[in-house]
C-alpha cells in the first residue's frame, strides 16, 4: 500500500520546489508527513510514531506542546495576535534575556536566526564603517549570500560553496578562516584593515557537531581585541541550549554581539540580537542602522519566549543535569555500540547535543568533517527511520536531545542505534 507520505510528496513536488519548504527536508526516497507532535515524539500521517532527536533543528529544548508554554501562548491568543506598537511583554521578556546573556546591554528581537545574524552583521559595519566580515569554514549563520560561502548545514550537505543568484560583491567581503586555527586567524586579520566584525557559532553544531578546541575561543576573543574587530557570537544553536547563558557562560568569553533563536522560542518563531550598548545604540531609529520587521516582537512568539526562559531557569539545575546524563549515556553506548561492530567513527558532544562521523580521524573541522563518509551516515539515518527514531536526514546536523526524552525514549533509541549500526556494517 502507497504512504499517506508518499501520496503528499507526490502532491507537493508539483507545487513545492522539490516538495520542501527547506532544503534538508527531503532526504531519499522521500520525507515522511507529520501530523502532530507531543513531548519527546512525532507521529506521520499514516499514524507511525518517531522518537525526535531532530527537535525542530535544537529550538525544542523543552519538548513538543510543552505544557507552561501552550498554557501561556493558549491564553495570549485571546488577547490578540499583532499589534505593531510596544507591549510590557517586550521589556519583560527583553530583561529576561539580558539576565541570562550579561554580556547583552541591551537587545532588539526579531523573527529568525538569519534576520538576527544579518542586523548583527550590518550593526558591526555601522559601528566600525569597515567593509569585510570574517566567518568560518562550515559554520551556518542563514541563507543569505555574504555568510553563504563555505557554510554548513543543507549547503554542504547539497554541496553548494557559494549560492547561484548570490553577488560576487557580496561574497568578496567575506573572509573564510578555519575553524580551531586561530593562527590562521591572526594572520588574516594583520593582512587586512578593513575588518568590521568577525561571526561565530562558538560550538559549530551545522557540520555535524565540531567542539572548539582548548583556547580557540579564547585566542579568538584575544585576537578581536588586539585588532579591534567586535565579536559576534552566533549562539542560535547554543543560547539557552549549551547552558542558560549559552557557550558564552560555558566558556566564559565576552563576545561584543550576541543572536538567539532556536531555544529561545521553544519551536515559536523568534529571535534576538543584542551587544554592548554604544554597538546596539546604532540601530535606528535612534541610530543610522536601518532593520525593520513587522513581526518583530509579534505577542504570541513574545509569550513562548517569556515562558521558555521562565521554565528554563525555575528548572535550570535539574534541567541541563538531566539533558547531560542521558546525552552522555547515548553517546557511551552508541561509542560501544559502533566499537564492538568494529565500526571506525567519531562522537563529538556537549551538553544536550552529538553526531557521530564515519571516519578514522578526530572531526575538528569543515574538512574532516567533509571526509566522513556520508554514505554511511545515510545508511544509519534511513535504519534509524524505521526503527522509530528521526534525527536530522543529513551528516552536517546535529543530534539535539529535549527534556521531553524519558528513560524508556533513550532506552529504545539505543535499541534502534544498534540495529541500524550493525546494517551500517554491513
Ligand atoms: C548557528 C545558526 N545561525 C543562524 C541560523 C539561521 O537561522 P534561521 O534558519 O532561523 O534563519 C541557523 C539555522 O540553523 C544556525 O544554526
Avoid at 550590518?122 to 555568510?147: D, M, N, P, W
Wanted: aromatic content about 8%; proline content about 4%.
Amino acid at each position: 500500500m502507497v504512504s499517506k507520505s508518499k501520496k503528499l510528496f507526490d502532491q507537493a513536488k508539483k507545487i513545492i520546489p522539490s516538495g520542501v519548504n527547506s532544503p534538508v527536508r527531503f532526504f531519499k526516497p522521500y520525507p515522511f508527513f507529520v501530523k502532530k507532535s507531543q513531548g519527546s515524539s512525532i507521529w506521520d500521517e499514516d499514524g507511525k510514531r518517531y522518537i525526535d532527536y531532530c527537535n525542530g533543528y535544537g529550538a525544542l529544548l523543552l519538548g513538543h506542546t510543552r505544557k507552561e508554554i501552550i498554557s501561556a501562548v493558549s491564553s495570549q491568543l485571546k488577547r490578540g495576535t499583532l499589534y505593531t506598537v510596544p507591549t510590557a511583554l517586550e521589556v519583560e521578556l527583553s530583561k529576561l534575556i539580558i539576565k541570562n546573556f550579561p554580556s547583552m546591554g541591551k537587545v532588539r528581537l526579531v523573527n529568525t536566526g538569519a534576520e538576527a545574524t544579518m542586523t548583527a552583521i550590518r550593526l558591526a559595519r555601522g559601528f566600525t564603517k569597515k567593509k569585510k566580515i570574517i566567518k568560518f569554514e562550515g559554520c551556518y549563520h542563514g541563507a543569505y549570500s555574504s555568510v553563504l560561502v563555505k557554510a554548513g548545514s543543507g549547503s554542504a550537505h547539497i554541496g553548494i560553496s557559494v549560492s547561484e543568484g548570490g553577488l560576487k560583491e557580496a561574497s568578496k567581503n567575506t573572509l573564510v578562516v578555519p575553524y580551531n586555527d586561530s593562527q590562521t586567524l591572526d594572520r588574516v586579520l594583520s593582512k587586512h584593515r578593513d575588518v568590521a566584525g568577525l561571526i561565530i557559532e562558538p560550538v559549530l553544531a551545522n557540520m555535524g557537531l565540531i567542539l572548539p578546541e582548548k583556547n580557540f575561543l579564547s585566542d579568538v576573543r584575544k585576537i578581536t581585541k588586539q585588532h579591534d574587530v567586535p565579536l559576534i557570537f552566533d549562539e542560535v544553536v547554543t543560547g539557552f541550549r549549551v547552558s542558560e547563558g549559552g557557550a558564552q557562560k560555558t566558556f566564559k568569553i565576552k563576545p561584543d554581539i550576541t543572536t538567539l533563536a532556536k531555544a529561545l522560542g521553544n519551536g515559536f518563531t523568534i529571535s534576538a540580537v543584542g551587544g554592548r550598548k554604544e554597538i546596539m545604540n546604532k540601530l535606528a531609529p535612534g541610530g543610522n542602522v536601518y532593520q525593520a520587521s513587522t513581526f518583530a516582537g509579534n505577542p504570541i512568539s513574545v509569550t513562548a519566549a517569556i515562558s521558555s526562559i521562565k521554565t528554563i531557569n525555575k528548572n535550570k539545575n535539574k534541567l541541563y543535569a538531566k539533558l547531560e546524563r542521558n546525552c552522555e549515556l547515548l553517546v557511551d553506548e552508541i561509542d560501544d555500540l559502533a566499537t564492538d561492530y568494529k565500526i571506525s567513527h567519531q562522537i563529538n558532544s556537549i551538553a544536550s547535543m552529538f553526531q557521530i562521523f564515519f571516519s578514522s580521524k578526530p572531526v575538528t573541522d569543515y574538512k574532516t568533517s567533509k571526509k566522513a563518509d556520508g554514505k554511511k551516515f545515510h545508511k544509519l539515518f534511513s535504519s534509524l527511520l524505521k526503527n522509530g527514531v528521526f534525527i536530522a536526514p543529513s551528516q552536517f546536523e546535529t543530534v539535539f536531545l529535549s527534556d521531553a526524552h524519558t528513560d524508556t525514549d533513550i532506552t529504545k533509541t539505543l535499541g534502534a542505534y544498534g540495529l541500524s549500526l550493525k546494517a551500517v556494517k554491513n
